[in-house]
């Protein structure tokens, strides 16, 4: 099992922008759909986005509009570009890929091979 290597984390004001960044394994990106996730302390992980290998996004409720999921050309790279952030934007954000269930899926037990995260805090 190769474990992608989330960065791009840091601390913004309300109203800012960050860019993450998720490396993985070729063979990851195009064998699966990728997601970025968030938790924060004392809360369950939650689904952001995912991107499926066709590269459609999906996107939570919460983050429509203001986040944009992606990968590169080559498909070694997604990106989770993230905008207009506000104070419960706050978690540790990690990328992993889909292993089962729904095909458009946000749901973490559905996805593995999970990285160590980057921090991601927006104050107010």
């Known amino acids: 099992v190769v474990h992608p290597v989330e960065s791009g984390g840091g601390s913004v004001q309300a109203g800012g922008s960050l860019n993450l960044s998720c490396v993985a394994s070729g063979n990851s990106f195009m064998r699966h759909n990728m997601g970025w996730f968030r938790q924060a302390p004392g809360r369950e992980r939650e689904g952001v986005a995912v991107i499926d290998t066709y590269d459609t996004p999906t996107y939570a409720d919460s983050v429509k509009g203001r986040f944009t999921i992606s990968r590169n050309a080559d498909k070694t790279i997604g990106y989770l570009q993230m905008s207009s952030l506000k104070p419960e934007d706050t978690g540790m954000y990690y990328c992993?890929?889909?292993?089962?269930?729904?095909?458009?899926?946000?749901?973490?037990?559905?996805?593995?091979?999970w990285g160590q995260g980057t921090q991601v805090t927006v104050s107010s």
């Open positions: 992993a890929f889909r292993k089962r269930g729904y095909y458009r899926s946000l749901t973490p037990t559905d996805f593995g091979d």
